[in-house]
């Protein structure tokens, strides 16, 4: 398996742009999950998806954060409109299933810089 | 929510030496805690994990030992190698229907050869 894909890998946009960022998770896993890591907040959790659901969305920033899972082996991350603050690295992970009895596997991060 | 405090943000240690990692946590339901360690501009990746019916887990130079009474549990590496340099993260899985982990501020391991 090629692990969980995300892309892109880099972003460099302007403040007020849209941004989407995606997922692919490993196939057969059934929870989904998007961090975001900076070096004042560390990894935060922004939202979970388990079968495609969101379960706790209560990590998303604001509004201007929205997440989708259409289907089994795709999901988004979109900001709209992007700030500086924005900045960060996203990790998209997945799991088997229940935490407490399984791995978290991370895709390599999408690196966005908001000018 | 859960709150997790990891100490200490920075280590330094000889190559050789012995490194210690430790964290706490707030909410007694909690039940798996893993380590993850994040090597400069890649991933965060399981090391090791312990369940709470088990005091102490091994698995060859890493180690991690959970005391549930105190709520803490730390990681332990010896003979250290400048391969093991990195940031370390401890978590913690939250009680409730969704299970989430809350990660631990992060511990930079430099392994000084």
């Known amino acids: 398996d090629a692990g969980v894909i995300q892309s892109p890998r880099h972003e460099v946009t302007e403040m007020g742009q849209e941004v989407t960022l995606r997922c692919k998770p490993i196939?057969?896993?059934?929870?989904l999950f998007w961090y975001r890591q900076t070096m004042m907040r560390g990894l935060e959790l922004l939202i979970y998806?388990?079968?495609?659901?969101?379960?706790?969305d209560s990590g998303m920033p604001e509004d201007r954060f929205s997440a989708k899972m259409p289907n089994a082996s795709f999901s988004t991350l979109k900001i709209q409109p992007s700030e500086p603050r924005d900045s960060a690295v996203y990790f998209c992970a997945s799991s088997v299933g229940q935490l407490d009895t399984g791995e978290l596997f991370f895709g390599e991060g999408s690196r966005l810089t908001v000018l | 929510g859960e709150n997790v405090e990891q100490h200490p943000s920075t280590l330094s240690v000889q190559e050789g030496d012995s490194a210690v990692i430790k964290c706490t946590y707030s909410?007694?339901?909690?039940?798996?805690f893993p380590w993850y360690k994040q090597e400069l501009g890649k991933r965060p990746q399981l090391i090791i994990d312990i369940r709470s019916n088990v005091g102490e887990k091994k698995d060859q130079r890493i180690a991690v030992t959970l005391n549930k009474t105190a709520k803490h549990f730390s990681l332990h590496i010896t003979e250290t190698q400048p391969e093991d340099s990195a940031v370390y993260f401890c978590?913690?899985?939250?009680?409730?229907?969704?299970?989430?982990?809350?990660f631990g501020s992060g511990t930079q391991l430099t392994v000084l050869p």
């Open positions: 978590a913690v899985t939250t009680s409730g229907s969704a299970r989430q982990l809350t």
């Open positions: 909410d007694s339901a909690s039940n798996y």
């Open positions: 196939s057969g896993h059934n929870s």
């Open positions: 998806f388990n079968n495609n659901v969101p379960i706790d």
